[in-house]
């Protein structure tokens, strides 16, 4: 059981490039999310999905968009990549709204963007 | 939003010594979690806690959510328990951070 995936682990990006990093869950949960964390930092919502066919913004969505593909996968696509976008970017999944369980992190994606 | 304070900000401990870190919340929530990030980046969910008390082999964590705080409680602490620990508290999709407590044991 594999939990959450993320690919890639590590990406090195030039300003203006543009990249997708994917997410996928085996546990059959109805909710997605991407985060980011910057150094010393706590972890920040980008966007979310809270089922099939639903995305909504988090804290921190400009420069960025996302997609669910179907209930197992959940996309963070960056258009135009620039360096306040070097980050650690997390996926997670959960059964729902919080309510009936917690959180599942993926390992993260290193990202630099020069 | 919700604010989350986490205290102390940093904890420097013996191996075998106990401790307590501290997350304090501004508003009723239905969902707490604690993680433990270790020194590789992973992200380590510790305890789904949203009230009440929980154990799990050295650690523990008790939620009072009418008086917004929890704690965890690490016992005969190792060298593997470095890193950094995380509370994330939260109602519906709206899932806050802590800025976290950065435990380091020393041998």
């Known amino acids: 059981n594999a939990g959450v995936t993320q690919t890639p682990k590590f990406q090195v990006l030039k300003t203006g490039q543009s990249m997708t990093l994917q997410c996928a869950q085996d546990?059959?949960?109805?909710?997605m999310y991407w985060y980011r964390q910057d150094p010393g930092m706590g972890l920040r919502l980008i966007y979310y999905s809270a089922s099939e066919g639903t995305t909504d913004k988090g804290e921190v969505p400009n420069g960025y968009n996302v997609s669910r593909l179907n209930k197992r996968e959940f996309s963070l696509r960056l258009e135009s990549a620039a360096p306040s976008q070097t980050s650690v970017y997390f996926c997670a999944s959960s059964v729902g709204t919080g309510v009936l369980g917690g959180y599942t992190f993926g390992s993260g994606t290193r990202l630099t963007v020069v | 939003g919700i604010q989350v304070e986490q205290s102390p900000p940093d904890l420097i401990l013996q191996e075998g010594a106990n401790s307590t870190l501290r997350c304090n919340f501004s508003?009723?929530?239905?969902?707490l979690q604690w993680f433990h990030q270790n020194p590789w980046g992973q992200l380590i969910n510790l305890f789904y806690?949203?009230?009440g008390t929980k154990q799990n082999g050295r650690l523990s964590a008790t939620t009072v959510a009418t008086e917004r705080y929890s704690l965890l409680y690490i016992s005969s602490s190792q060298t593997t328990d470095s890193g950094v620990y995380f509370c994330?508290?939260?109602?519906?999709?709206?899932?806050?951070f802590g800025p976290g407590t950065r435990l380091s044991v020393l041998p």
């Open positions: 546990m059959n949960h109805n909710s």
């Open positions: 994330a508290v939260g109602i519906g999709q709206n899932f806050v």
């Open positions: 806690i949203p009230s």
């Open positions: 508003d009723s929530v239905n969902n």
